[in-house]
């Protein structure tokens, strides 16, 4: 019998594609394949009904009644000595045969799909079916086998009547980067959440479920014989700027939020910048270079729309620039994003609300967008010295950013602002405060120290008032916030960078002031410029409060995360604790029964920064100088050792210990800062 001409399906208008995300995969068309002259052979085999067996699907049961669960049996193929035979009757085709409109031999699984590695699925045939019985009622204690999300499309609603099946042309294409196709807002029906879709143009109801979907979460999912699609370079750099950079710096959306707001606006700037930041982590060759060259060419594209997401760019490449020794371009992207954000009025709050789209994580995003600006405008300002804090002078009242956890899952509380935080002790409310809070105050004590005057000296009013917010902040944090870990035992990142930002503020408001030398250190400048510090004959005050800091800020290497996970500021945090750990090491009249916590420290932070030097190509300056100052500490060392006027005072064990102490050091020190060590 002649094939029924299938009807064209309509037009996909759909999600659009998202140029961020790579090639997404789609789905395999359901149209016949007109290049395979087998795909074009009917089914001539008839039923009882006399239609072709492979060629119609069956029709969908009704909501109450019980689809068969039965596999179809298999059908003995007709002897190879009559070759006229009529072929043997299959009670239902497979959807992959079907699909491609072939015959089908009805095994499971059927001859094709076993020859092509393809799923093999079935559904029962309800062909010759009359349609639900009249004036009958349903036994409501009848228990019904359908999918919860069919179930709930029929259920749904208040209204009683079953929601029409999406077609697959209103379908998203697969995306594996999103991890499952999602609709527009405006298409969005209990239906359209079901892994089976109607298509256009059959009799019946033709039937296509997506391998790669977990059938009632929707969620990706892999087989053995069918392994996920691979993923194209710009996948890869956005999965691994979501996985190393993101706990850092926290401003843009959500991986899942941001994908789906891709499809609605330009985001391409911000995508861009994403995509060559989490190329610093990746083995990627040259394209590092297009990806960079390509993400500045759309943040600075005359027709760039000057808002928050353009702001989320221009703060990622900065700190990029920044890491990769980049300073001067940094420090441009710097000056023109702060201009912008002042511009846009970033700093305001009501800029949140009013660009916020009424979506609570959008305007959180927005919230955070400024905050972290404004900590990174610090950290450049204190770690190198050669800015000065210009968003400091702004006067901000833009709401505090919320815990990570909450921001990640969408639910977003009644957020708090900086004067509900300076009022907590005083107010007598009892309030909790996100770690990012914490992380802003702790950069605003930075930037209340660096509006000191010049001439400050020791016992000056100025700095003791510094000193008791630094103290302050230490003593006043509530029990879950004195690590860095959170209750269920994971790094916070948050308040990590608020610890190491108040240990390094300390070092930078005493070092000045203190007695440790710091002449032997003179060559680390990878991160800010050599301060002249003389000796003196004992520990002051200040001298103990940088060898305290530069003590706990080493502790902070020994999270047991990858220190390639925390922000690349972290470097220079560490190499001003090296400064102070060298200095000391150079002393004369540090005794070696006192010091093996010098020498464990010192381990600490080469080790931390070779393995920072895989990404941040600072950390790399920065390593190479702690180890050509260590040499020399070192060398002079071993001058003074060969004085015998050195040993007055030891005894023979503590030369032979200070001696093999110092050779471990250098030992360690030339091991570690090795090449791929």
């Excluded at 019946?204 to 790669?212: A, E, M, T």
Aim: a negative charge; hydrophobic letters at 35%; proline letters at 9%.
């Amino acid at each position: 019998m002649d094939r029924y001409p299938l009807e064209p399906a309509p037009p996909h208008h759909g999600a659009a594609a998202v140029s961020s995300a790579g090639a997404a995969y789609n789905a395999p068309t359901l149209l016949p394949e007109t290049s395979n002259s087998s795909a074009t052979t009917t089914n001539t085999a008839t039923t009882t009904s006399g239609e072709p067996s492979s060629f119609y699907p069956p029709p969908p049961p009704p909501p109450q009644q019980q689809p068969p669960t039965n596999a179809p049996m298999s059908v003995a193929s007709t002897p190879a000595t009559d070759s006229r035979a009529p072929s043997a009757t299959v009670p239902a085709a497979c959807l992959a045969c079907r699909s491609k409109h072939l015959k089908c031999d009805g095994l499971n699984p059927c001859t094709r799909c076993k020859a092509s590695d393809s799923l093999c699925q079935y559904i029962a045939s309800r062909r010759g079916y009359k349609g639900p019985r009249r004036n009958t009622a349903q036994n409501p204690n009848k228990r019904h086998a359908a999918c919860p999300m069919l179930l709930g499309a029929a259920t749904g609603g208040g209204g009683g009547g079953t929601t029409p099946l999406v077609p697959p042309s209103t379908m998203p294409a697969f995306n594996p980067v999103l991890g499952g196709g999602i609709l527009p807002e405006q298409h969005q029906t209990p239906a359209a959440m079901s892994p089976f879709v109607a298509t256009p143009g059959f009799s019946g109801l033709q039937l296509y479920r997506n391998p790669y979907l977990d059938p009632v979460s929707g969620a990706l999912i892999e087989f053995a014989d069918r392994p996920r699609p691979p993923q194209t370079l710009p996948e890869r750099c956005l999965d691994s700027f979501y996985h190393h950079f993101f706990p850092g710096h926290p401003c843009a959306p959500p991986k899942p939020h941001l994908l789906r707001l891709a499809k609605e606006r330009d985001l391409e700037p911000l995508l861009a910048a994403m995509r060559w930041t989490g190329s610093l982590y990746l083995e990627v060759g040259p394209a590092r270079a297009t990806l960079f060259d390509e993400a500045m060419r759309l943040v600075y594209a005359p027709d760039a729309a000057k808002d928050g997401f353009l702001v989320q760019a221009m703060v990622i490449l900065l700190i990029g620039l920044d890491g990769s020794c980049d300073n001067d371009r940094a420090r441009d992207l710097l000056s023109d994003v702060e201009r912008i954000a002042i511009e846009i009025g970033l700093y305001q709050r009501a800029y949140a609300t009013n660009h916020g789209q009424g979506d609570p994580v959008i305007e959180e995003s927005l919230r955070r967008t400024w905050w972290d600006l404004f900590i990174v405008d610090g950290m450049v300002a204190g770690v190198h010295r050669q800015t000065n804090f210009l968003l400091f002078d702004i006067v901000a009242d833009v709401a505090l950013p919320c815990e990570e956890h909450e921001y990640l899952s969408g639910f977003i509380p009644r957020p708090m602002y900086l004067e509900d935080f300076d009022d907590q002790l005083f107010s007598g409310e009892e309030r909790e405060f996100s770690s990012f809070a914490y992380r802003v105050a702790s950069i605003r004590n930075l930037g209340r120290m660096m509006r000191l005057p010049d001439n400050v000296f020791p016992g000056d009013e100025n700095v003791d008032r510094i000193e008791a917010l630094l103290s302050n902040w230490r003593m006043h944090l509530p029990e879950s916030k004195r690590d860095c870990l959170n209750k269920d035992g994971q790094l916070d990142e948050m308040m990590f960078q608020a610890h190491m930002i108040n240990h390094a503020c300390t070092i930078i408001l005493h070092q000045p002031h203190s007695q440790l030398d710091s002449s032997p250190a003179r060559d680390v400048t990878a991160c800010a410029p050599h301060q002249i510090v003389k000796s003196g004959d004992h520990f002051n005050t200040h001298t103990k409060h940088i060898i305290t800091a530069a003590a706990a800020i080493s502790k902070m290497v020994t999270y047991a995360v990858p220190i390639t996970s925390h922000t690349h500021f972290f470097t220079c945090v560490l190499t001003l604790s090296s400064i102070v750990h060298l200095s000391k090491w150079a002393l004369y009249f540090v005794h070696p029964g006192n010091d093996e916590d010098l020498r464990q420290q010192i381990r600490l932070n080469i080790g931390a920064l070779n393995k920072l030097s895989g990404v941040w190509k600072a950390a790399g300056r920065a390593s190479g100088q702690v180890r050509g100052v260590a040499q020399e500490i070192y060398r002079a060392k071993k001058e003074r050792q060969e004085n015998a006027q050195f040993w007055v005072g030891y005894t023979q064990e503590e030369i032979v210990s200070s001696i093999a102490s110092d050779e471990s050091i250098m030992s360690d020190i030339n091991t570690m800062l090795q090449p791929g060590s």
